[in-house]
């Protein structure tokens, strides 16, 4: 059984590896980098991927929770002005009809 021998060749513009067998020249493997300017340490690499991406989701989540707590605040002002409107007005003055005094 004889072991494939490989070249590992680095495009320098956009960082791709490329796996190259060295009998064959038939490209094995095709490796994009996992961060935009990679270290040369894959799991470097994958690892400064997942926190990039965590803290990109964080950063969204907590955007959308101050979102929620602005509309919140919004709806809050504006039932208080509603209030305010319709208790100045007398509108809510009356009692409603119930059905034990229709008779």
């Known amino acids: 059984m004889s072991a494939i021998i490989t070249y590992k060749v680095t495009c320098p513009c956009c960082n791709t590896i490329l796996v190259v067998d060295k009998v064959t020249g038939e490209v094995l493997e095709h490796r994009e980098p996992?961060?935009?300017?990679?270290s040369g340490d894959r799991f470097a690499d994958a690892l400064q991927a997942q926190k990039d991406h965590s803290e990109k989701i964080n950063s969204l989540f907590d955007k959308s929770l101050s979102g929620l707590k602005e509309k919140d605040t919004d709806r809050q002002t504006l039932f208080e002005e509603s209030l305010k409107k319709t208790r100045e007005e007398g509108i809510g003055d009356y009692k409603p009809i119930r059905d034990i005094d229709l008779d």
């Open 34 to 38: 996992l961060v935009e300017n990679p």
